[in-house]
Antibody, heavy 120, light 107 residues
Framework: QVQLQQSGPGLVKPSGTLSLTCAVSGDSVSSANWWNWIRQPPGKDLEWIGEVSHSGNTNYNPSFKSRLSISVDKSKNEFSLNLSSVTAADTAVYYC?????????????WGQGTLVTVSS | DIQMTQSPSSLSASVGDRVTISCRASQGISSYLNWYQQKPGKAPELLIYAASSLQSGVPSRFSGSGSGSDFTLTISSLQPEDFTTYYCQQSYTTPWTFGQGTKVEIK
């Protein structure tokens, strides 16, 4: 069974960088699947952030493009999110998820979620 | 970006009821439409992919239909654990986008 385990700080200062990691088990980040980040502000809807492939190719939501970086680490079988210049508007629960080729590119496995609060 | 619009935003129903939730895309997306269930404090879970394919392990009371720009999620007989929020999502082109959610509440 595929499992995604998220880690990273739950509090980030304004203008700082939000960094989260998603460790994958039961699959390889070197597979044909894509590795995604999604967020959900408290009480609000889901918002796609971006994704990375096994080769390091990325697709980003234009809303974040200038301050976003998503990367993959094959040696650790994990992928990471870095979002710079954060503000209170970036306070949200952040999820990692697998976009599965065998589910016609649906988000078929998700991490547990990490609440990140941007505050001084 | 492709806009996804769900209706209704919320509905009230009873255990055993048949429930339908609609999702409309702002442009045609073929069958690249997925449905998720999200319980409070939990990550979303995939129910239906490619408009009508049931994800492994999901009860058969859930079904999906549609193509092009109009889609439907149907729950044939609501169970107590089904009272929660449902989202549609298009996987036709990036940025992937979600509907605003439909909350199914107990009548």
């Amino acid at each position: 069974q595929v499992q995604l385990q998220q880690s990273g700080p739950g509090l980030v200062k304004p203008s700082g960088t939000l960094s989260l990691t998603c460790a994958v088990s039961g699959d390889s980040v070197s597979s044909a699947n894509w590795w995604n980040w999604i967020r959900q502000p408290p009480g609000k809807d889901l918002e796609w952030i971006g994704e990375v492939s096994h080769s390091g190719n990325t697709n980003y939501n234009p809303s974040f493009k200038s301050r976003l970086s998503i990367s993959v680490d094959k040696s650790k079988n994990e992928f990471s999110l870095n979002l710079s210049s954060v503000t209170a508007a970036d306070t949200a629960v952040y999820y990692c998820a697998r976009l599965g080729v065998h589910s016609d590119y649906a988000l078929d496995f998700w991490g547990q979620g990490t609440l990140v609060t941007v505050s001084s | 970006d492709i806009q996804m619009t769900q209706s209704p935003s919320s509905l009230s129903a009873s255990v055993g009821d048949r429930v339908t939730i609609s999702c409309r895309a702002s442009q045609g997306i073929s069958s690249y439409l997925n449905w998720y269930q999200q319980k409070p404090g939990k990550a979303p879970e995939l129910l239906i992919y490619a408009a009508s394919s049931l994800q492994s392990g999901v009860p058969s009371r859930f079904s999906g239909s549609g193509s092009g720009s109009d889609f439907t999620l149907t729950i044939s007989s609501l169970q107590p654990e089904d009272f929660t929020t449902y989202y549609c999502q298009q996987s036709y082109t990036t940025p992937w986008t979600f509907g605003q959610g439909t909350k199914v509440e107990i009548k």
